[in-house]
Nanobody, 124 residues
């Protein structure tokens, strides 16, 4: 059974940093899984934040490029998202996701497995 568990969310002020983590079980990172982060604000669709291939190639949404960094530890089956210079617009529930195949990494439909999400709130 695949399980993804996010942690690290919280309430911060604009300009602060947060580091999200995702612990995976039931899958092996060293396989072909691409891992991604998505977020969903109230009354909005789930949107792509960042993804990282099995070999470590990252892809970022334009809105977070230069502020967020995605990384993975294949040995420990963990995924991280370092978020710097946070803005109130970054407020959302952040989800970790895993995709065993496919190529459209910025589409939620590509991902088979999802975590429950962690809330990030950025005050102005």
């Amino acid at each position: 059974q695949v399980q993804l568990v996010e942690s690290g969310g919280g309430l911060v002020q604009a300009g602060d940093s947060l580091r999200l983590s995702c612990a995976a079980s039931g899958i092996t990172f060293r396989s072909s899984y691409t891992m991604g982060w998505f977020r969903q604000a109230p009354h909005q669709e789930r949107e792509f934040v960042a993804a990282i291939s099995r070999t470590g190639n990252p892809l970022y949404a334009a809105s977070v490029k230069g502020r967020f960094t995605i990384s993975r530890d294949n040995a420990n089956n963990t995924l991280a998202l370092q978020m710097n210079s946070l803005k109130p617009d970054d407020t959302a529930v952040y989800y970790c996701a895993a995709a065993p195949f496919g190529s459209n990494w910025n589409s939620p439909a590509t991902y088979n497995y999802w975590g429950q999400g962690t809330q990030v709130t950025v005050s102005s």
